[in-house]
């Protein structure tokens, strides 16, 4: 594994970006065949007036029209492993399609130095090539994607406790790429850092151990309190995500563990064929098929087609029982506020994991990379019911209102349709508010070791943390492992709205604006949510592995002009930003 820098040829980064984004966009022109389709519902999944750009400029509408709810929601594929191997067994040696690390990116350090427990179960061998697609977001029409095995959504990886896995991702598009599983307790080397590129022809192998953080009290032992359930991965290059992710590279990564399988096999979650990964998004297209994408637009993404896991506005046929839906905001700037048209949401979990207990609500708030785990019951359902977005957001600059109160449309945009069939299923899973789930340890303010404050605000058309703008060879925090600490996250106001998210490890949000927050925010997120002038306080442990890691507004355009600030954890305490550790190319 070699340590040089990958450059750009002398261009500025953002000069790199910009071309790069072009270049991609010429690369599209003329491979779309579409033309605009038949229908009776144009613009039905528009918000009113189409969206606006940063500037109040009206943006274009997708010239295409459809009649919504005509097409099942697409349910993207379980990836398989190319080998499970018992790294343990001779026998098994002639198992190995590739040695893990024998490939130009290499793998992470840690792969050859795993203390035993971490491979208490097999080792699976994944490969998984970026490349372009195409894709039929409004049925009939043709929109070349980027997509992970070349198709949008990408696969779904489902993953266990102590079963490692190395993933081998091929880069066969011509732009940069680094794909982070957000949500996830990883080494540096393959947490998707910005420049810690899969280069175009290259590949690098990805070494996800699969284990959660260790207690605190010393023990050793796993503290499962911490153990994942909903992730998903995403490409995080430098400067390009907005571009890549809107272009397609988003999938799912669902994580299990002992906890989790009794709570299904007791028959307390449902499972199986009523545990749907659902991702909403938004896009916008040109009149050739193609996704509208404008790199010079830094306020943030709005599309006026409201996608489901990939599809405009789709049904599915559920059973009268309940169903554990897992909904990702998969948008780049968009924010969805959620209703049913009939029944309440039983909320189990926020972001990556499972809530100590399940709570009932009617209305879930989603920012940009945000996840709520819920149950929803059919039992007693009319023959239809929709999934409401009711927010009003017409910029990138975020919805309308405050995170309290946010601006409600009425009658709002239906984004998918449940058909309800068939007799009440007998022998349903038992989930009601209230049931236990996975138990909780709150950080307490007497283990806080060092506070840090991050301001999160615009300047000159473009977007910094403290001041600064994202530089990947600088840290701006270094906390010693194995320390807790607070950080105050602030919005720095004019109306904008700006999710944060941190790397590595959950947070626990104590306050929200001095307050205590919503009984579903307070105890592990991977996304802190600002809305304007909104102050978050939180507590995080660093555990486990070395910087350097990021975090960020997931905001994506916002995230791409440089609202990134790297934290690297030190096994010994220092204020010293340098060195940080690289893992070029
Ligand atoms: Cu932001």
Redesign the pocket.
Same mark, same amino acid.
């Given at each position: 594994m070699s340590n040089t820098p990958d450059t750009n040829g002398g261009l500025s980064r953002r000069g790199f970006n910009l071309l790069a984004g072009a270049g991609a966009m010429l690369g599209l022109a003329g491979a779309a065949s579409a033309r605009p389709q038949g229908g009776n519902c144009r613009g039905s999944g528009t918000t009113p007036g189409g969206g606006f750009d940063g500037n109040g400029v009206s943006l274009p509408s997708s010239p295409f029209t459809y009649v919504p709810f005509t097409r099942e929601m697409p349910k993207p594929p379980v990836k398989a492993p190319c080998a499970i191997i018992d790294p343990t067994n001779p026998s098994q040696s002639g198992n190995w399609p590739w040695q893990p690390g024998n490939c130009h990116h290499g793998v992470a350090p840690e792969y050859f130095n795993q203390p035993s427990d971490w491979q208490a179960g097999p080792l699976k061998l994944y490969e998984m090539d970026q490349k372009d697609g195409v894709h039929e977001i409004i049925p009939g029409v043709q929109t070349p994607i980027r997509g992970y095995d070349g198709i949008y959504p990408g696969p779904t990886f489902r993953s266990r406790m102590c079963e490692p896995m190395v993933l081998r991702v091929k880069n066969s598009l011509n732009t940069q790429t680094s794909v982070h599983l957000h949500g996830a307790h990883n080494p540096a080397h393959c947490d998707g850092y910005p420049n810690f590129y899969v280069s175009p022809g290259q590949q690098r192998d990805y070494y996800y151990p699969n284990i959660c953080p260790r207690k605190p009290d010393g023990s050793g032992q796993w503290d499962t309190t911490e153990s994942p359930s909903t992730m998903w991965y995403h490409d995080h290059g430098m400067d390009l995500t907005a571009e890549n992710v809107v272009m397609g590279m988003a999938g799912f990564h669902i994580f299990t563990d002992a906890l989790e399988e009794q709570l299904v096999a007791d028959n307390v979650l449902p499972g199986g064929d009523q545990d749907l990964p659902i991702v909403l998004q938004d896009r916008r297209l040109r009149s050739d098929g193609t996704i509208f994408f404008d790199a010079l637009d830094h306020n943030g993404y709005l599309g006026d087609i409201m996608v489901v896991n990939g599809a405009a506005q789709p049904f599915l046929r559920v059973q009268r029982r309940k169903y554990r839906f897992r909904f990702l905001d998969g948008a780049n700037a968009r924010f969805f506020l959620l209703r049913l048209t009939w029944g309440n949401f039983t909320q189990i979990g926020n972001d990556s994991w499972l809530l100590p207990q399940a709570i009932e609500t009617n209305e879930l708030l989603l920012s940009p990379a945000k996840r709520c785990d819920v149950i929803v019951d059919f039992t007693n359902a009319p023959n239809e019911v929709y999934l409401v977005n009711i927010l009003k957001q017409d910029s990138g600059r975020g919805p309308g209102g405050t995170t309290a109160n946010p601006q409600r449309l009425n009658p709002g945009v239906p984004m998918l349709k449940f058909i309800v069939e068939g007799p009440v299923v007998g022998n349903d899973a038992t989930v009601v508010p209230g049931t236990p789930l996975r138990p909780h340890h709150a950080i307490a303010a007497s283990e806080i070791t060092t506070t840090r404050e991050f301001l999160?605000h615009r300047s000159n058309g473009a977007?910094m943390i403290n001041g600064k703008f994202f530089d990947e060879f600088r840290a701006d925090a270094t906390p010693t492992l194995g320390s807790a600490e607070r950080w105050i996250l602030k919005n720095g106001g004019g109306g904008?709205? *700006?999710?944060v998210h941190i790397h590595l490890e959950s947070h626990q949000i104590v306050k929200l604006n001095g307050q205590a927050p919503a009984p579903s925010l307070r105890y592990k997120s991977d996304v802190a949510m600002l809305g304007p002038n909104d102050t978050a306080e939180v507590h995080m442990r660093f555990r486990t592995f070395t910087g350097p890691f990021v975090f960020h507004?997931?905001?994506l355009e *916002?995230?791409d002009m440089r609202?990134m600030f790297v934290f690297d954890p030190r096994t010994t305490p220092t204020q010293a930003p340098q060195p940080i550790q690289s893992y070029y190319p």
């Open positions: 999160f977007w904008w709205w *700006h999710p507004c997931h905001n *916002h995230e609202m």
